[in-house]
């Protein structure tokens, strides 16, 4: 069993492109769970409306986005509820809302829990065409290691995004999401605390796209907002993980304004960085 969980954020659930994947894919022992995480209510009442055979389940949060820890959280508390989460045949694999899913990564995605692996995950790339994930974990950046083909990741620094991440449900048997962080570091987090313990990945050989928007040559406006997010999450990541430090986050904060500013030339980013680091020392 597959459960198939995607987040969505003020979008019709019928028209996320993740979803539309899914449905139009043969999911035989497999399950497809939505959380609508978003806090405009036209698209949580449409959501709430919605009906599709093949959907298994729709979450939704309190007519608020409560953030991704919380909305896998509960995910995981009905996945706990209906389901022997301990049983070693079944999986999660975590999916953004526009993701574009192919059909060879789900043949290549089976086959590997077919061999019982913990973790399964495909290469990302992102619009720049650089593999950002699986990656090794960096206390600033993360080693982007296979961009060089001649080079294997070791375990005891074995990174992910979460997108497409499949996880065994085990691995959660005695696992939340801490809630401090709000979108940022959640998967940096995860597998800080997973490499603690003994586990086995596979990296399936099917690369998927994504779009991530910090990678874009020029910013939007809107950015601003999400790095008063980001740079939050950094700062609380760098209090709860067990391989990281707080003084690592505040410089990561001043290096990603400087990033931002040099891209925008807004001073605000430096502003942002610098203020990161004052309201968490008091």
């Known amino acids: 069993m597959i459960f198939y969980c995607v ?20 999911l035989d022992n497999r399950k497809i769970i939505a959380f609508d995480n978003s806090d405009d209510l036209y698209f949580r009442e449409y959501n709430s409306k919605y009906y599709n055979e093949k959907l298994y389940c729709l979450l939704q949060s309190s007519n608020k986005n409560v953030g991704l820890s919380a909305a896998y959280n509960r995910i995981l508390e009905k996945i706990h509820r209906e389901f022997d989460i301990e049983n070693e045949n079944q999986y999660i694999c975590w999916l953004d809302d526009d993701t574009e899913i192919s059909t060879e990564f789900l043949i290549k995605q089976e086959n590997a829990v077919n061999g019982n692996y913990d973790i399964i995950v495909p290469k990302i790339i992102g619009q720049d065409g650089i593999v950002y994930s699986p990656n090794e974990a960096g206390k600033i950046k993360n080693n982007l290691v296979l961009n060089n083909s001649n080079k294997k990741i070791s375990k005891l620094k074995f990174n992910a995004i979460n997108s497409c991440l499949t996880v065994k449900t085990s691995i959660y048997s005695n696992f939340k999401f801490d809630e401090h962080l709000f979108l940022d570091q959640v998967d940096q987090l995860f597998f800080d605390n997973l490499r603690e313990r003994t586990f086995s990945y596979k990296i399936v050989d099917v690369t998927i796209e994504q779009q991530f928007s910090q990678r874009d040559e020029f910013l939007s406006y809107d950015y601003m907002s999400r790095f008063r997010i980001r740079v939050k999450d950094i700062i609380q990541y760098g209090k709860l993980s067990p391989n990281n430090n707080i003084f690592y986050s505040y410089l990561k904060n001043i290096l990603l304004a400087f990033n931002f500013f040099r891209k925008t030339w807004k001073w605000s980013y430096i502003k942002i960085g610098i203020i990161s680091i004052w309201s968490y020392k008091k």
């Open 7 to 26: 987040v969505l954020y003020n979008k019709k659930i019928d028209e996320a492109i993740t979803i539309k994947n899914l449905f139009e894919c043969n």
